[in-house]
């Protein structure tokens, strides 16, 4: 089955204290991309990459990084999550023979305290 | 700055009637818009695209219409149905890189 796989799906953790949401695709997409919703604000994209090694800022970036290695993969990292931090996140990919039509994984839910 | 917005938060149909979604944009850049459809605890899933070379592209039972001039799009449903209630978004781009999404509107379609 076509899809993307994020894990984990809930995670509560303490301010300062590093992880890693991990982003998976069996679609062999080139387009990666991470978002996080927040009531009232929509879908704000964090990174973007185009390809492996490629990666792009998105309208959120600070706090986080990312890194593209392998075309399936493409982890989202909190060095230091903080409260703001706190949100729904999702993984997403594409190719551009999809239309940019992204296919989205199911959602991380973040709690920072 | 929102640069793609959805204004209704909110919209109540009745079933077999049509719904329209309204989004408008700020940036005479972008060149790509879709529309996503989403449930609560799932992720927004994929429904319909049109590029700016086009004014409307149909699929089924959606059609979005694109007008360059006003930076605005809709999407209409007809008829609607009980499981098209959902939260839909717009979203935008430029040469298909950054995607901008607006912040969604909620659709009840009511038997």
């Known amino acids: 089955e076509a899809q993307v796989t994020q894990n984990p799906r809930y995670l509560i953790t303490v301010t300062g204290k590093k992880l890693t949401v991990t982003c998976s695709q069996n679609?062999?997409?080139?387009?990666m991309s991470w978002y996080r919703q927040d009531p009232g604000l929509g879908l704000r994209q964090i990174y973007y990459s185009m390809n492996v090694e490629v990666t792009d800022k998105g309208d959120v970036p600070e706090g986080y990084k990312v890194s593209r290695k392998e075309k399936r993969n493409f982890p989202l990292i909190l060095e230091s999550p903080s409260p703001n931090q706190t949100s729904l996140y999702f993984c997403?990919?594409?190719?551009?023979?999809?239309?940019?039509?992204?296919?989205f994984g199911s959602g991380t839910r973040l709690t920072v305290v | 700055d929102q640069q793609v917005k959805q204004n209704s938060p909110s919209l109540s149909v009745q079933e077999g009637r049509i719904s329209i979604l309204n989004c408008d944009y700020t940036?005479?850049?972008?060149?790509?818009f879709l529309w996503y459809k989403k449930y609560p605890a799932e992720g927004p899933t994929f429904l319909i695209s049109?590029?700016?070379?086009?004014d409307k592209n149909e699929d089924g039972r959606f059609t979005v219409f694109l007008n360059k001039s006003a930076k605005h799009l809709s999407l209409h449903i007809v008829p609607s149905q009980p499981g098209d209630s959902a939260v839909y978004f717009c979203?935008?781009?430029?040469?298909?890189?950054?995607?901008?999404f607006g912040t969604g509107t909620s659709l009840t379609v009511i038997p």
């Open positions: 997403a990919s594409s190719s551009p023979g999809t239309g940019f039509g992204y296919t």
């Open positions: 049109i590029s700016s070379i086009k």
């Open positions: 940036n005479s850049m972008f060149d790509y």
């Open positions: 979203a935008a781009s430029a040469l298909g890189n950054q995607f901008y």
């Open positions: 679609m062999n997409h080139e387009y």
